[in-house]
């Protein structure tokens, strides 16, 4: 069971009924962030913390506060980053689909809208995550690790899931005995719906831009879905290599503006 509370007037919690006692504890974390725990992964744009909850580790992402607009959008319109994260991880667990264990969310707002909102999930220290095997062509079972990930893309694309986020960094592979297990993080983007081909292979196009993997990964979700590899390979590398052009435009188009920026400041 899932309840909503009001703290005080501005902030709102929800938590998983198994950590109902615990709200006062996991309020008093996130007010206490800047200084709790330790600072985990890449802090570009949100910034999270790993920290010590009884017999648990915390996984606590802080997500970069609102501009303007947003803030009014996301305080009376839209659900939070944190909420959908919260119950997005709730549903993948209903549909049998690996993420880590959601605990909690954290909305803090003044009279104009949200200031800041907090996603707790439990904390998966991974063996590896998909990087490592874009990055790492060696690594030891590369291509079995490959083809159970896509199997597990096929189980979510069934599962009626558009994980929109699909990329090297979000998903997180844990080895249990001669099997790799895949948790999805980064949630608050998906959608839930009937997947057509085109949008199939397109959720391919951010892992890899190397050709040998998506050869590997053709020919799994060839046969699992008893479909031509050719025709598999060909629509997930095309989406890819426009993914790819695209990508790259943008990183053009961004140091292009730079350079003028410094060149007339």
């Not at 009884?54 to 997500?63: A, E, R, T, V």
Request: some cysteine; aromatic content about 14%.
């Amino acid at each position: 069971m899932i309840r909503y509370k009001y703290l005080f007037d501005m902030k709102k919690i929800i938590t998983a009924s198994k950590f109902e006692l615990d709200k006062e504890s996991l309020l008093n974390l996130i007010s206490n962030f800047d200084s709790i725990g330790n600072v985990f992964g890449n802090q570009n744009r949100n910034t999270i913390k790993v920290v010590s909850f009884g017999d648990l580790l915390l996984n606590i992402k802080s997500f970069k506060p609102p501009g303007l607009l947003n803030k009014i959008i996301y305080g009376h319109f839209r659900k939070t980053k944190a909420v959908r994260s919260y119950n997005y991880a709730n549903t993948l667990i209903e549909k049998g689909i690996g993420t880590p264990q959601p605990i909690a969310c954290l909305e803090d707002s003044d009279i104009i809208g949200l200031t800041n909102s907090f996603y707790v999930s439990e904390h998966i220290n991974a063996d590896l995550t998909f990087r490592e095997l874009v990055e790492e062509p060696d690594f030891i079972d590369h291509e079995q690790i490959l083809r159970q990930f896509v199997r597990f893309t096929h189980q979510l694309h069934e599962a009626e899931i558009l994980f929109k986020d699909h990329s090297p960094g979000n998903t997180l592979i844990l080895k249990k005995g001669d099997r790799y297990n895949f948790y999805l993080v980064d949630l608050n983007r998906m959608d839930f719906k009937n997947l057509t081909f085109q949008e199939r292979m397109k959720n391919f196009s951010r892992l890899t831009p190397k050709k040998e993997m998506i050869s590997v990964m053709s020919d799994e979700y060839a046969s699992l879905t008893g479909m031509d590899y050719q025709l598999v390979f060909n629509e997930m590398w095309k989406q890819t290599s426009k993914f790819q052009e695209k990508f790259f435009r943008k990183r053009r188009l961004k140091r292009k503006f730079l350079f003028w920026k410094n060149y007339t400041d």
